[in-house]
């Protein structure tokens, strides 16, 4: 590069640290926390809702509809959360 020889251009320093970067196994292991988490926790508040309904309670309707979004949603705190350590 001519401008680097003249000076114009200061040599870029590493984007990130070593130790601040995302390795494979970080990746992996969110994936598989946030599966399970948001399996367990959206199922059995489903389980829960839905065991509700059949017993003649329409209050089981409140656990039963928000148990998907509210399981994707701990998938989504605990990005945030891998997110943060960068």
């Known amino acids: 590069m001519i401008f680097r020889v003249l000076g114009l251009v200061k ?3 590493r984007p990130h640290p070593p130790d601040m970067s995302v390795s494979r196994e ?13 399996s367990l926790v959206g199922g059995l508040t489903l389980y ?7 017993a003649g309670s329409h209050a089981g ?3 039963a509809l928000p148990a ?3 399981g994707g949603a701990l998938g989504y ?3 945030r959360r891998l997110a943060a350590r960068l």
């Open 61 to 63: 309707w409140l656990l």
């Open 68 to 70: 998907a979004p509210f």
């Open 48 to 54: 829960a809702g839905l065991a509700l309904v059949v």
């Open 11 to 13: 040599p870029r320093a």
């Open 26 to 38: 970080d990746i992996l292991v969110l994936g598989l926390t946030a599966g399970v988490v948001g």
């Open 77 to 79: 705190i605990l990005a």
